[in-house]
């Protein structure tokens, strides 16, 4: 089981950067996907972006490509956002996930970073 807690969020203006993180308290090196995923009020829950175990391959919303980069470091079981270029849809409750390699469900989640971006 993984536990994973989220932290970098705030209120920035439209251009803007910040930077998520997520702590994972269990060892994620070889085992886990790793995501983040969002929530707008009103709206469902959409998927951001995605990394692999081998931190070689991740994947994107069509949303954020070219904006957002996710990034994993295995060695201090972190996984990370990089937002550059924030609009105000991108407000949201931003949750990082995890699902065990081969598995097609997330099923570990954190408890949410809230991410403002006025215009």
């Known amino acids: 089981q993984v536990q994973l807690v989220e932290s970098g969020g705030g209120l920035v203006q439209a251009g803007g950067s910040l930077r998520l993180s997520c702590a994972a308290s269990g060892s994620i090196v070889n085992n886990y996907v790793l995501g983040w995923f969002r929530q707008a009020p009103g709206k469902e829950r959409e998927f951001v972006a995605a990394?692999?175990?081998?931190?070689?391959?991740?994947a994107y919303a069509d949303s954020v490509k070219g904006r957002f980069t996710i990034s994993r470091d295995n060695r201090v079981n972190m996984v990370y956002l990089q937002m550059n270029s924030l609009r105000p849809d991108d407000t949201a409750m931003y949750y990082c996930?995890?699902?065990?390699?081969?598995?097609?469900?997330?099923?570990?989640w954190g408890q949410g970073t809230q991410v403002t971006v006025s215009s």
């Open positions: 996930a995890a699902k065990y390699r081969g598995t097609s469900d997330y099923r570990n």
């Open positions: 990394i692999f175990v081998n931190a070689l391959s991740t």
